[in-house]
């Protein structure tokens, strides 16, 4: 299954508590709860548009922890997309919600809905940095949320958080490794961003949190991308959705409307760098990459081949059988 979504939104809804960083409004851009009405008539947009094609597309409650939501409410939203699913429409319906909120019952009722994936909010493996960030819930109960949503038999995601207050790049790290242990399909990583209206605003006014400065961040996570990438663990999002709630209410930290395609840009340039040496200084050179390649290659406003450029001439060329992410440098005269 691909994972195209048509996304519902029900900001900050049945969280019981009230995370450090979390303003869903802004980061949503949705100020009102959505209404089984809201979801009708979004699934009908949907089909309109997309007649014909929804086949690997789900239907997705995103922004608070929908299995926290008061239960009637939560299944009015469920039974307005019902007659949405199936053949002509939705492959099925993707839900976000928190670890702690997950157990046999709600996993059980579901099924029962037509619900195919779970992504869990982890943010987090370390405790401590849960605690610090006001989470209200551990790194075991993740693993427990886990094993629970795999045996009920859910496509599984996992969700992390990097730069949180009192994180380190090691704790990112580590979060990073115990979530591939756990296996999951799909990963979304987002880098920490301050917001108006949060109790990170409050501890960054008074000096006490740092944000990531963009570098950093795109450094980190062009790393994680790789990590989870090599084993074969999708990154389906990289970056906060650029929205313009967002940006009229943020305050500080590395967000940038196109994140993921610096961090990809930001691996292709360290593997031309290192292949690059093995050539003598000034000998013309190719960069092999896949068709869809080219701009990450080039990098924005092509600052990744002003760089190769200082040290040898280089130009971009295409191979189907280049794998996403991956570059290939070779002497200008050798046909690859």
């Not at 307005?80 to 997950?102: C, H, K, N």
């Not at 650029?242 to 930290?253: C, K, T």
């Not at 292709?268 to 093995?278: G, N, P």
């Given at each position: 299954?691909?994972?195209a979504?048509?996304?519902?939104?029900?900001?900050h809804?049945?969280?019981?508590?009230?995370?450090?960083?979390?303003?869903?409004?802004?980061?949503s851009?949705?100020?009102?709860?959505?209404?089984?009405?809201?979801?009708?008539?979004?699934?009908?947009?949907?089909?309109?548009?997309?007649?014909g094609?929804?086949?690997?597309?789900?239907?997705?409650f995103?922004?608070?922890?929908?299995?926290?939501?008061?239960?009637g409410?939560?299944?009015?939203?469920?039974?307005?997309a019902?007659s949405?699913?199936?053949?002509?429409?939705?492959?099925?319906?993707?839900?976000?919600?928190?670890?702690?909120?997950?157990?046999?019952?709600?996993?059980?009722?579901?099924?029962?809905?037509?619900?195919?994936?779970?992504?869990?909010?982890?943010?987090?493996?370390?405790?401590?940095?849960?605690?610090?960030?006001?989470?209200?819930?551990?790194?075991?109960?993740?693993?427990?949320?886990?094993?629970?949503?795999?045996?009920?038999?859910?496509?599984?995601?996992?969700?992390?958080?990097?730069?949180?207050?009192?994180?380190?790049?090691?704790?990112?790290?580590?979060?990073?490794?115990?979530?591939?242990?756990?296996?999951?399909?799909?990963?979304?990583?987002?880098?920490?961003?301050?917001?108006?209206?949060?109790?990170?605003?409050n501890?960054?006014?008074?000096?006490?949190?740092?944000?990531?400065?963009?570098?950093?961040?795109?450094e980190?996570?062009?790393?994680?991308?790789?990590f989870?990438?090599?084993?074969?663990?999708?990154?389906?999002?990289?970056?906060?959705?650029?929205?313009?709630?967002?940006?009229?209410?943020?305050?500080?930290?590395?967000?940038?409307?196109?994140?993921?395609?610096?961090?990809?840009?930001?691996?292709?340039l360290?593997?031309?760098?290192?292949?690059?040496?093995?050539?003598?200084?000034?000998?013309?050179?190719?960069?092999?990459?896949?068709?869809?390649?080219?701009?990450?290659?080039?990098?924005?406003r092509?600052?990744n081949?002003?760089?190769?450029?200082?040290?040898?001439?280089?130009?971009?060329?295409?191979?189907?059988?280049?794998?996403p992410?991956?570059?290939?440098?070779?002497?200008?005269?050798?046909?690859?």
């Amino acid at each position: 299954m691909g994972h195209a979504n048509i996304s519902v939104f029900v900001p900050h809804i049945g969280c019981p508590h009230q995370c450090s960083f979390c303003n869903q409004r802004s980061i949503s851009g949705q100020q009102t709860a959505p209404t089984p009405q809201t979801v009708r008539a979004t699934c009908e947009e949907a089909i309109r548009l997309r007649a014909g094609k929804l086949r690997d597309t789900e239907l997705a409650f995103f922004g608070g922890s929908f299995t926290a939501i008061e239960r009637g409410y939560m299944i009015s939203l469920l039974e307005a997309a019902q007659s949405f699913l199936g053949e002509g429409g939705f492959a099925g319906i993707r839900i976000s919600t928190r670890p702690d909120a997950v157990d046999e019952e709600i996993l059980h009722l579901l099924q029962q809905y037509g619900v195919t994936a779970i992504e869990l909010g982890v943010q987090s493996m370390s405790d401590r940095v849960l605690r610090a960030n006001g989470r209200g819930h551990t790194a075991q109960d993740v693993v427990q949320a886990v094993d629970r949503i795999r045996q009920a038999g859910f496509e599984l995601g996992l969700q992390m958080m990097t730069g949180l207050y009192e994180s380190t790049v090691e704790d990112d790290w580590n979060t990073a490794q115990q979530i591939a242990a756990l296996s999951p399909k799909t990963v979304r990583i987002y880098p920490t961003i301050t917001i108006r209206g949060t109790e990170l605003e409050n501890l960054y006014r008074r000096g006490l949190y740092r944000p990531m400065e963009l570098e950093q961040a795109v450094e980190e996570c062009s790393g994680l991308l790789r990590f989870f990438t090599e084993r074969e663990i999708q990154v389906i999002r990289l970056g906060l959705h650029a929205q313009e709630s967002l940006m009229q209410d943020y305050v500080a930290g590395p967000y940038h409307p196109a994140f993921r395609e610096l961090c990809e840009g930001r691996l292709y340039l360290k593997q031309a760098l290192c292949q690059a040496e093995r050539f003598p200084q000034g000998t013309p050179l190719w960069l092999w990459v896949a068709p869809n390649a080219v701009s990450k290659m080039a990098g924005q406003r092509r600052c990744n081949l002003e760089v190769l450029r200082r040290r040898n001439p280089v130009k971009i060329r295409t191979k189907v059988d280049v794998k996403p992410l991956q570059v290939v440098v070779t002497a200008a005269d050798i046909e690859r």
